[in-house]
């Protein structure tokens, strides 16, 4: 029902930033969580980053106090805010949902069970 398209990922320094884009389009519901995954060469994708249709944010150990999550809401589009990125952040990075009809409460999540639409990916690399 509804397409992620991802975008702002690049090449990078260590130490630099990036912000990274996921705008949905189609009908999107009132209930959501939303998040920010990676998945680099020979890994498990993994949970980044976290948001929820409440605004409540949750963050991999590994990114606290370097990433933020946030969303624009008349835009419908969700982002990430990687700051004093590392080598090891370098990974394809993928913008994940699950939507609920109607308003309801919902849990945020790193869990990749726990969406069912995804984007197609936008690479991010940091050179030492």
């Known amino acids: 029902q509804v397409q992620l398209v991802e975008s702002g990922g690049g090449s990078v320094q260590s130490g630099g930033s990036l912000r990274l884009s996921c705008a949905a389009s189609?009908?999107?519901?009132?209930?959501?969580?939303m998040g920010w995954f990676r998945q680099a060469p020979g890994k498990e994708r993994e949970g980044v980053a976290g948001?929820?249709?409440?605004?409540?944010?949750t963050y991999a150990d590994s990114v606290k106090g370097r990433f933020t999550i946030s969303r624009d809401r008349a835009k419908n589009t969700l982002y990430l805010q990687m700051n004093s990125l590392k080598p090891e952040d370098t990974a394809m990075y993928y913008c994940?949902?699950?939507?609920?009809?109607?308003?309801?409460?919902?849990?945020?999540?790193?869990?990749?069970?726990?969406?069912?639409?995804w984007g197609q990916g936008t690479q991010v690399t940091v050179s030492s």
């Open positions: 189609g009908y999107t519901y009132s209930t959501y969580r």
């Open positions: 948001l929820n249709s409440d605004g409540s944010t």
């Open positions: 994940a949902a699950y939507y609920i009809r109607g308003y309801t409460t919902i849990s945020n999540s790193l869990n990749t069970n726990e969406y069912n639409r």
